[in-house]
């Protein structure tokens, strides 16, 4: 294992139909079988589809180091919930990773705190790995940014005492996402080495990472420094060849050992 991790999740959210997921998801197992990123271990990659292709897409990244999730989760592992998708199924398909708590659902579907505290609680108790979304709302000071996903990650982690496992937060401001431009590097690195001041002292937290998301692309990663773990990604990695130049931008971080 290398001295320094990146990790790197893309999330399709709702833009792919099933045969344009499961073609996407061939493209990136060949770039993932092939790059050096991948190979020495350096880039630790995640994918999130759409609940429909989660069986194939697990067929198709066998063997690439691709490590598939989900986009949501149920807080229940069973019952009388119609249309619902329980972490105890998503873990039976394959799924190493779950979103959680991302703006778009809190804000069109309403989830409360509560909420993304149940199903924070319900991916650990599945072994699965929350990639926990935070982010104010307005763009803002660095130092109040960190105090707002501060308190957005203990309000997820309020039901979870009983459940130690590594989580992933995905730092993204709401102002940014779907924006033109990601934030100002410099105000980035200031949230996230707020977070991981603090999330790497929680207990049972200390393998935790906070990789950014908000209209991040390719030619990003190589400004943030040591301060953030990797990028959560979105619409800037539909075409695969620009997830392989961040897959190549991480080589040059890794190889180059930046330092900030």
């Not at 997921?21 to 350096?42: E, K, Y």
């Not at 929350?130 to 660095?142: D, I, K, R, S």
Request: charged share 20%.
């Amino acid at each position: 294992m290398p001295a320094r991790q990146l990790t790197i999740g893309v999330s399709l959210k709702m833009y792919f139909g099933h045969a344009q997921t499961l073609d996407w998801m061939r493209s990136v197992a060949l770039i993932a079988q092939n790059h050096p990123a991948m190979q020495g271990g350096g880039v630790r990659l995640f994918v999130l589809p759409s609940f429909p292709t989660l069986a194939e897409s697990r067929r198709i990244l066998h063997d690439s180091g691709t490590h598939l999730g989900a986009q949501d989760l149920f807080w229940e592992d069973a019952g009388a919930y119609t249309g619902e998708v329980s972490g105890s199924m998503l873990a039976e398909l394959g799924c190493r990773y779950v979103e959680v708590g991302h703006a778009e659902r809190r804000r069109i579907f309403a989830e409360s705190e509560a909420v993304v505290a149940a199903k924070t609680a319900a991916a650990l108790h599945n072994r699965l790995t929350p990639v926990l979304c935070v982010g104010e709302h307005q763009n803002t000071t660095a130092q109040a940014a960190v105090a707002s996903c501060l308190a957005e990650i203990r309000s997820a982690l309020a039901q979870s005492d009983g459940d130690t496992g590594d989580i992933v937060v995905a730092y993204e401001p709401q102002w940014a996402i779907g924006a033109q431009e990601p934030a100002e590097p410099s105000y980035i690195r200031a949230v996230c080495r707020g977070l991981k001041d603090v999330l790497g002292s929680l207990p049972g937290r200390q393998g935790s990472v906070v990789i950014y998301g908000g209209s991040a692309g390719p030619g990003l990663l190589p400004q943030l420094g040591n301060d953030v773990d990797g990028l959560f990604l979105g619409r800037f990695a539909h075409d695969p060849a620009d997830l392989r130049r961040i897959l190549d931008d991480a080589v040059t971080v890794l190889n180059a050992g930046v330092a900030w």
